[in-house]
């Protein structure tokens, strides 16, 4: 092995890297490996490895550069999907008109009309009180057709109105049939 340059020297030939002797055992071992398996190869011994494909399942598809349905999908449209597939949107739509009920009859109203439920086109509303429920009776007509512009046309084809809960005399679990109700009890 030659020896390092003495640090005193300041010449260009001080700047250069030193080459060591290189290991020969590594590339006589790898061409001798290669022609061995040359050799083999002409003479028929060894085989090409041949990769095992998976079987392919019926109606599976094998992955692309073009989008498929297994791609990542946004969530919004794999929800739209979702309802359209179980019938679900005119119920989701209603529901969404349920929530926005202020702004869609009048904030007046609204404190004293509450929607209640939608079953095969009939809105029922329940209101605070008898007059309330008169009012919205003449004002249904026009509350169909503000209702089926924003659900579209058809959604609801009529307003069903119910006044307040009647309070309840029944105290217990008896009670009497053909009983008058309550009655004054104080004199």
Request: aromatic residues 4%.
């Given at each position: 092995m030659p020896e390092p340059p003495d640090s005193s020297d300041s010449g260009p030939e001080s700047e250069l890297p030193v080459d060591a002797e290189h290991d020969k055992q590594g590339l006589d071992l790898a061409k001798s490996l290669a022609g061995r398996l040359k050799q083999q190869a002409a003479a028929g011994g060894i085989k090409p490895v041949k990769r095992r494909r998976r079987p392919r399942i019926d109606g599976a598809q094998i992955s692309s550069a073009r989008p498929d349905d297994r791609d990542p999908q946004k969530l919004t449209n794999t929800l739209g999907r979702l309802m359209r597939d179980q019938g679900w949107e005119v119920d989701v739509a209603v529901?969404?008109?349920?929530?926005?009920?202020?702004?869609?009859?009048?904030?007046?109203?609204?404190?004293?009309?509450?929607?209640?439920?939608?079953?095969?086109?009939?809105?029922?509303?329940?209101?605070?009180?008898?007059?309330?429920a008169t009012q919205l009776k003449l004002l249904a007509p026009d509350l169909v057709r503000r209702l089926n512009a924003e659900l579209g046309e058809g959604t609801v084809t009529s307003v069903k109105v119910q006044g307040p809960h009647a309070p309840s005399w029944r105290k217990g679990p008896r009670t009497v049939r053909g009983g008058r109700g309550p009655r004054d009890t104080y004199g």
């Amino acid at each position: 092995m030659p020896e390092p340059p003495d640090s005193s020297d300041s010449g260009p030939e001080s700047e250069l890297p030193v080459d060591a002797e290189h290991d020969k055992q590594g590339l006589d071992l790898a061409k001798s490996l290669a022609g061995r398996l040359k050799q083999q190869a002409a003479a028929g011994g060894i085989k090409p490895v041949k990769r095992r494909r998976r079987p392919r399942i019926d109606g599976a598809q094998i992955s692309s550069a073009r989008p498929d349905d297994r791609d990542p999908q946004k969530l919004t449209n794999t929800l739209g999907r979702l309802m359209r597939d179980q019938g679900w949107e005119v119920d989701v739509a209603v529901h969404g008109v349920m929530a926005r009920w202020p702004s869609i009859v009048g904030r007046e109203m609204a404190e004293h009309c509450t929607p209640e439920s939608y079953e095969d086109t009939v809105l029922t509303v329940r209101t605070s009180s008898t007059a309330w429920a008169t009012q919205l009776k003449l004002l249904a007509p026009d509350l169909v057709r503000r209702l089926n512009a924003e659900l579209g046309e058809g959604t609801v084809t009529s307003v069903k109105v119910q006044g307040p809960h009647a309070p309840s005399w029944r105290k217990g679990p008896r009670t009497v049939r053909g009983g008058r109700g309550p009655r004054d009890t104080y004199g």
